[in-house]
């Protein structure tokens, strides 16, 4: 076909798409913008009743924990029907496409069977009816309709704008829970004992207030909170605004020469935007009624370009950018003038969007209680820190109101991934009795803390521990660690904001080699990338987990990875008690690069004068190639060691941080089981011990398999250390062989999961079944 019949034929398709792609943009922009739940539902249905030029958009939403629906917002029916129009899924044409879980599209609704006539709605007859579902992960959350007077069938563009827009809504709306109490929660007020629900991504009860943690530089995530002095906090803000236009006139100034005539005109109306009344005394009034100045210029900035967006010349709906441009530049100035960290709460609990292991660091361990982030799972990096240090952890919750949490009494449930947000009393106590039994079994196996992980029939299983902070060492200690299992060296770069130098390693390598001597330390070297980037070192990757990450990266930066290697071996003089790591081996050639820099590393030493013990060397066995490789990657080391949260992440496809995949993220699929059979024969075979120093060491059913697997050793969490010890002390290795062949057998995780369970309850271990991970 000639370019002319090409342009021809894509031409009436385009035309088609382009007005319907605005259309929806617009109307996202719009819903995105809204104050509340509410208002973001009247405006979409406001918005999509304009665009179609129908005559009724009316919006449903499931009632939750029932198959029931509630009109929550209407555009051309009685307002008062609104909450109070409600039908099931077998009701009525609404309730038949919730039922279907797909569009229904009809020229003469009356005529249908299904067809239900609600007279409190003030509707006549309408006949045209489009009704598309609301889904979200599998889950009807809710129903769109328009509706006409006319006798007709609704056209492709209709249907495809429908259903796109119901694509978008889906995940604000299951973020918001637009019902009950949760509803009431986003319109600003706070029920008591409402149960936002996630991932259990460290065990234990956490009581404590909520301490947001946000980026300083995103105005959108600044948090809700009280201003401490009204007359201090109006008096920055005014001389921050006063240093932006400041800044503004010195960038005008300088670009007289570099922009024409028409380009400086933007900075004029930057000028003029900061001596709007709008903003700037919109601002002081929101902070004067008492709020903190960064949230009064967020709701006021919001306020302001939410007006532009809704402009209909293209020109001015521009500036809406402008607008939030200045309103982080002001916010920049205002930070630097206002305090921006009130009083850290006794007992804290670290709530954000997104909590990085970095700010949870920040907060002092004494006062940290619980940790909730609305992203992640029970293996994103901040839960497995998290899970060291023994503090709970909800992660994964979607629907987590972060900027109104501040302040707040809340109740972390870390074994089943659920926050309470102001508990009653009831439920404060009924937590509390869990928290006193936590600490109880936790004092009851201090006891076995000097008793060495010995089975029934005497096999001794070495205990280890996984760490990245010195702190642990002490508890560690205490709790009877065989050694260290895992160093994650990555903790000390992230909390710097360059590079330590080698001898800053040095320093920190010795501290840890010393304490634990002359116990193993297996110091793994650096691991960064995928959720575990450096501020300094930035790897923006499209999928970062399959990306430039662990040895990749330290190998293609010989410079980086000879300064750490030499900084071990120069930290290990004297003790000879370091193991060497490596991650993310994935071809035995890596393998090879790496042995032949640790090997310059140690001659060039030698020539400096120093004398450097060989040290031991293992590599890491996480990513599938490793595990088909074991024999042949053993034969090259001392010791293969299993990193089982990567492993199960590459093994079946699940983004370990994803919350939406999480309940795919299953360490006990048969096909897991599978790769460390095939792992621990290879070893076997090369006569190389291996070790598990991944999060399934710590969870008391799967150290039953890895006891019956006839693993070497396990590397846990010091939160973790006496629990697994008392699961080695209670399962004679011919016992946990039968499990293992049993489970085996078996195709369905959960019932891998009965099974263990249920053998750790006949063993006298029920106490430890609930922190066990799903």
Known sequence: MCPDDDHATAAPEQLLQQPLLQTLQRIVEAVGAADSTGEALRVLVTRVRTALEVDVCSMYLVMPGRERLVLMATEGLNQAAVGQVQLDFDEGLVGLVAQRAEPVNLDEAPAHARYKFFPETGEQRYHAFLGVPIIHRRRVLGVLVVQQRVSRSFDDGAVALLSTLAVQIAVAIRQAELSGETLRLLRGELPTDLIITGLGGSPGVGIGVGRVAYSQSDLDRIPDRQAADIGAEVLAFRQAVEAVREEMAAIRTRMVDVLPAEEQALFDAYTMMLASEHLIEGTAARIEEGS???????????????????MEDAYLRERASDIRDLGRRILAQLLSQVSSESPMPERTVLIGEDVSAAQLAEIPPERLVGVVSARGSSSSHVAILARALGIPAVMGAENLPVGRLEGQELVVDGYQGRLFIQPGPQVRREFERLAREERELSDGLNALAGEPALTPDGRLIPIYVNTGLLADVEPALKCGAEGVGLYRTEFPFMVRDRFPSEEAQVSTYRQMLSAFYPRPVTLRTLDIGGDKPLPYFPLSEDNPFLGWRGIRVTLDHPDIFLTQIRAMLRANAGLDNLRVLFPMISAVSELEEANRLLARAAEELREEGLVIPPPQVGVMVEVPSAVYLAESLARRVDYLSVGTNDLVQYLLAVDRNNSRVADLY?????????????????????????YVCGEMASDPAAVILL???????LSVSVAGLTRVKWVVRSFSTETARALTDEALKLEDPDRVRELLNDALVDAGLGGLVRAGKR
């Open 666 to 690: 299953r360490p006990l699929h048969p096909a897991v089981l599978q790769a460390l059979r095939q792992a621990r024969e290879g070893a076997r075979r090369a006569g190389k011990p291996i």
């Open 292 to 310: 903190w100045a960064p949230a009064a210029l967020r709701d006021t900035v919001r306020q302001y370009a939410r007006a532009f967006e809704e």
């Open 707 to 713: 006891l019956g697997m006839d693993y070497d050793g």
